[in-house]
């Protein structure tokens, strides 16, 4: 995971939304997001099927 | 610790029935024992003396004028400081909430326990917006294990856990989004139950994470833990992921020794990392009910990450306006957390709902064989205050967030599952999930009550 990748989207997103994210917290947010992508690269490289819908109320 | 502390809520709530004791008394002893030991223990946030007093008084005159009272007749119970309790900040673990206005009524859970009779003696600690595993707040104090003092009480409903552990009430009320009752079940060595999605109402609790968000009791026996879960069941219209079924009551059923349960024991990613006290008492429980084979729940370790990715982005949501205006109040525990989580892409959030629906169904073709699947609750027993780092399978990660590792796949489908804390003397407990299929609570009310009878799963008064 390229962290300054990481820190360069949060720094867009969170101005183009604002929610500033100040600089003491930055670096934490950087490696908070890391880890995020980084359990879901698994999961973002699954093919599901189109019809592989999300419940909008969940029944299990 | 005296006798009244020692039994279970059915037979103190038997006791105050028939008048053999007051519920006052009842109650004093349940404050004496929270006055002498909470200092130590940090497991409450406010105690109510006063109220729960007024209340015992009132059972007391009730049973006096030959009124009928609940099934939980006088037992104290306590509440994780996430659900609304009536003059009582909901804290939900945050310094932010400190000047919140007191709840004007009690959560939906919090009224069906109080309408059973239990008395409510106090509200308890826990993580910050429910968001860790630890109970270590950073405004609100680390809660200690009753069990080792220098150990972790798990999280995030630890207070509550600890509480019942200690003997500070007979039952608790805990929520579960990640494993939140399992794990402090698991590290405090009592039995807690997360139900099925939607089974229990949660309306009255602060939001953590719509979709995952359970709440759930915490006892130190099946019979108190099937108790306090019968009083809850039933529909609210106040939330709309609340059940419309029928309530199913397992109490009744808990001697039932004539069913035999098939049973699996989950492998794969429910074994990796896991140190060998965990498996070990995953195989007690194992060859006590019987199971017949090792299964595999294929794309465990996606749905755990489903979890945590749908954990960070609605936690991030919900709180979000605090975090742009108030960053530097949030415990530094959580709020890079719920930064990052408030900036993920829409993508990743909407492939973790949609990945869930494919999951359920790979958790449904397994129960069409099984009643019941184990599992590890906690790679570990307790782990110690402020440990940072947790080995598992041979690499250092962070504590935090992999102490959950084995029951954010479970919730993450809203399979009931109850936490049974399974012991060898002189060691620390350590919990075992019982998980059955939807809506099937009974079944593994009936698996951890089989481990109880034979021994092998015990929550006694922690020293």
Known sequence: ????????YIDAVSQAIDLPIPAEYRQGVIDNMTLILRQAEGLMALQLESTEEAAPVFHP | MNDLTALSAASLADLVREKKVTATSVVRDALDRINKLDPSLNCCTTVLSESALSQARAMDARLARGEAVGPLAGVPAVVKNLFDVEGVVTLAGAKLRR???????????????????????????????????????????ATRNPRDRERLAGGSSGGSAAA?????????????????????????????????????????????????????????????????????QGPDADDPTCTTRMPEFVRASLGESRIRLRVGVLGGWFRWGAEQAALDAVDTAAECLGASRMVELAESHLARAAAFVITAAEGGNIHRENLRRQPGAFDNATRDRLLAGALLPADFVIQAQRFRRRFQKAAEKLFADFDILLAPATPCAALALGQQTLNLGGVEMLARAHIGIYTQPLSFIGLPVIAAPMAKLGALPIGVQIAAAPWAERRAFQAAAQLERAGLAAAPVAA
């Not at chain 2, 009524?105 to 069906?112: E, G, P, Q, T, W």
């Not at chain 2, 326990?113 to 707040?137: H, K, P, Q, S």
């Not at chain 2, 039995?191 to 939607?198: E, Q």
């Open chain 1, 1 to 8: 995971m390229d962290q300054e990748a990481v820190g360069l």
């Open chain 2, 99 to 141: 000047t919140a206005e007191p709840a004007r009524k009690d959560a939906a859970s919090v009224r069906s326990l109080r309408e059973a009779g239990a008395i409510i003696v106090a509200t308890t600690n826990m993580d910050e917006f429910a968001y860790g595993f630890t109970t270590e707040n950073e405004f609100f104090g």
């Open chain 2, 164 to 232: 019942v552990a200690a003997g500070l009430a007979h039952v608790g009320l805990g929520s579960d989004t990640n494993g939140s009752i399992r794990v402090p079940a698991s590290f405090s060595g009592v039995f807690g139950l997360k139900p099925t999605f939607g089974r229990l109402s949660r309306a009255g609790t602060a939001p953590f994470v719509a979709s995952l968000d359970h709440v759930g009791p915490l006892a130190r026996s099946v019979e108190d833990l099937a108790l306090a879960y019968d009083m809850m």
